[in-house]
């Protein structure tokens, strides 16, 4: 097993190798063909892995995202891979209005939106307890994980599937979705309704034959960045060490290592096709065991 005592490594450099961190694989593949598929976030890891994946299997791409120039640059970074029919879309998820705009012009591109993949999200904290916790930073997550990136969108999206006669919706909640965190309220608060709305839409839904579906993160850093304060706890000299120190966050994850964008991507892919025909209402933890249950042998 390698060892680093850089901390100034990138996460990707110094878990490359362990437990499967970045190691190339052959992902599965699904027909998706002639299906156009809408997703939120596309500039970000999640939600650029889970485009080109789809891509990948015959998927048209509606990427959306805030920031333009990476988000062009990662629509035209996807087209090039798969030779995908990708078109980048700026919108603010935030805003009411422009998300019925762009869903009218998605439709009118592309004349359906079979996916719906609801993943721009972050978390936005002053790392305080309740009574602490910025008024302003907790709207803010309730407006971009919840109301903006979810609730505005399905109602836009879910009338066009209803009338196609079909369609999956899948949202982007987090492992502190099923469980809770301490000082993260409101990243907490906005996780868990997404992962409670998603059940909600998934009974309603049914009957028009469309899916929702919830895919829970774990710790994903992003590869390019230092290492994050969850991270900075990891003994590289001494991994072993790793697994008996409870402060340690890899004391509490059974596959010790952080997640990957594609560890997402393939589940994004299961819920878009139709080997996902019979499964809905659900929210799948992609965490490494990280919510299993308790990692001491108490």
Known sequence: MKKHGNRNDDVRTMFTGMYGYGKEYQPARADLGGRVALITGTA?????????????????????????????AKAREIADATGGNVVFYKVDVTD????????????????????????????????????????????RNERVNLTGSVVWLCREVIPHMIRQGKGSII????????????????FVGSKFAVSALTRSMALEYARDNIRVNCIAPGSTPRPEDKLNPLWDTVDFENFEKNFSNPENLLYDIPIPRPAEPDDMAGLVQYFASDDAAYTTGQVVCVDGGWTAGFSGNY
């Open 44 to 72: 970000g890891m999640i939600g650029f892995a889970a485009a080109k994946r789809l891509a990948q299997s015959g998927c048209a791409i509606a990427a959306w995202d805030l920031c333009e120039d990476s988000g062009e």
């Open 171 to 186: 949202i982007t909640s987090s492992v502190c979705g099923v469980t809770g965190l301490r000082n993260q309220c409101g």
């Open 96 to 139: 009411r209005q422009a998300i019925t705009d762009a869903v009218a012009r998605v439709i009118a591109d592309f004349g359906k939106i079979d996916v719906l993949f609801c993943n721009a999200g972050g978390n936005w904290g002053n790392r305080k307890p309740v009574y602490e916790f910025d008024d302003e930073l907790f709207r």
